[in-house]
């Protein structure tokens, strides 16, 4: 049963839990109304009441009929134990008020549309129409002496009170497990629209976003690099885009875990990495330039070798990001043509000279050697 249960939908879940709980008022009402020897028809829409939600909590459980057993449910009740429950209880008894509010808060929450209209309107006029008939007619209505009432209202009031707080809990744990979803489902889609879906690193959107943010900062200085993949087309072309998937993956997170939580790692496009890198100074540059160089070499497998070129730019701010932005790119094409796997930076001395230098692998393995070449512009 509790396997039944948990396997339910939320929503049929609170249903379930409404039907066991008048369910346990209707007996606790039976056994109550003999023991007191109150009039026997009131106990016919009780007994009603429990056998009815029996047999749709049964097709519940069951996942059998459930929206018709819902429907035949609230249509039973509006218009059968409503209405008795009125002729049954005395003029003052207020009850019957309290049991039409907690079948309206559930027809509000379980409907929708024009089923949700209907019911509601159904009950309204059923209430209206009872209350007018309890005035006008009297006579149909029970007459049931103050001591026996007094008993009825002590029972019946705790019972009320105890299936109302089933029922708000119930549409409470509803309530905060929506806020929840509609939360996880925020952050899912803040996450697809700032994280690339192949690499799951940021992408361009997040990068430039941050940028934007940097602008307002005063840190000294500001690492602004561009890689990409050598000879990724003929990596495509040569072994089909699921080997070029999986290298993009690969140099994505080899990059990430060199630059660390400091730095911003984004995917530009194609096969492109933009790395920012704020507060960087010039040795902390060299040791991640001199990382990913290393990692270059070890990046692609013998079947389809593939390496990093990169072009980075040690921007001293406040500084144009857009050109450095735009230099950063002119370098990477530079290291291309210096026959790529090769890292070119710039980075402007205390005189105000710039300086290019290059990190150029000469491995013909997967060994590395690296050297430095220097010229000033």
Known sequence: M???YQSL?????????????????????????????YP?????????????????????????YVQPARIIF?????FLLLPLGWLNSSLSNPFTVAYSFLIMIAIIYFFEGKTQFVFFTAELIVIMFMIFMRYQYPQFFAVIDSKMEMIDVMYQ??????????????FAKSYRYALDELGKQKQALTYLTLHDELTTIYNRRYVFREIEKMRKQKKNKLLIGMVDLDNFKQVNDSYGHVMGDMLLKKAATTIRDIVGEQGIVGRYGGDEFIIIYNGCSKTKMLELLKKIQHASDQLGSLEA???????????HQPCDIEVCLSHADQLLYTSKHQGKNTITYQYTRRDGTKVQKHLVSQSEEINTSVFESEFTV
């Open 74 to 78: 609230f249509t039973i009740v509006i």
């Open 305 to 315: 070798f593939t390496s990093f070129s990169g072009g980075f730019v040690l921007c």
């Open 2 to 4: 509790r396997k039944k």
């Open 40 to 64: 026997k028809q009131a106990n016919i829409k009780w007994a009603i009441a429990l056998i009815l939600s029996g047999i749709v909590l049964y097709a519940l459980l069951h996942n059998r």
């Open 157 to 170: 009031l705790p019972l009320t009170f105890i299936a109302g707080a089933f029922m708000l809990k119930a």
């Open 9 to 37: 939908k939320l929503e049929d879940q609170i249903f379930a839990i409404i039907l066991v709980c008048a369910m346990v008022m209707s007996i606790a009402l039976i056994l109550v109304n003999i023991a007191i020897d």
